[in-house]
């Protein structure tokens, strides 16, 4: 009579099953860590784009409302420069709107009503420019927004035109 070893080819194929097993579950594990850190990369920049969408588009319209009062000006617009920043006077008939621009925000402000409002935040540099014409006197905003994230490859810059015909 043969006697077989405690060890056999049955024994082995389980314990073989076992680390394979345990290799499975180890790659499920590095993959589903590298899909996670993909996850939230993704998710943050997301949101970045979805901020950026939104700065871009107060920016315009902050730029339009100032395109509108601009053109309806009825008298000399003026720019005072200032330490804390510029404001410019536009007058549009009985009222005067003001444009202030400091600590980094830009402020509309009607006389002689006192409304103040914040179309602006977080802008780094904004000059009002005049370009004197023949018929109109154009005047050009420059306007430079702080960057929200470190790594931005390009700051978020606008122009505006607009044109006060002359009376």
């Known amino acids: 009579m043969k006697l077989q070893p405690r060890h056999s080819a049955a024994c082995r194929c389980r314990g073989v099953s076992l680390i394979e097993c345990l290799v499975y579950i180890a790659v499920f594990g590095i993959l589903v860590g590298i899909g996670t850190a993909v996850f939230y990369f993704c998710w943050d920049h997301t949101r970045a784009v979805v901020f950026t969408a939104n700065e871009v588009e107060s920016t315009l319209r902050a730029g339009e409302r100032w395109r509108a009062d601009v053109r ?3 008298g000399k617009i003026t720019v005072e420069t200032t330490p804390a920043g510029e404001t410019m006077r536009i007058p549009i008939g ?3 709107i003001y444009y202030r621009q ?5 402020r509309r402000e009607q006389q002689p009503v006192q409304v103040s ?8 540099t904004s000059t009002f420019i005049t370009e004197p014409r023949a ?3 154009a005047w050009r905003w420059e306007l430079e927004l702080t960057p929200r994230r470190k790594e931005a490859h390009f700051p978020l810059m606008f122009t505006f035109e607009a044109a006060q015909h002359l009376p």
């Open 94 to 96: 009985e009222k005067e």
């Open 117 to 124: 409002r914040l179309l602006l935040e977080k802008i780094h």
């Open 135 to 137: 018929s109109a006197i």
């Open 102 to 106: 400091t600590g980094g925000e830009l």
């Open 72 to 74: 309806g000006a009825t």
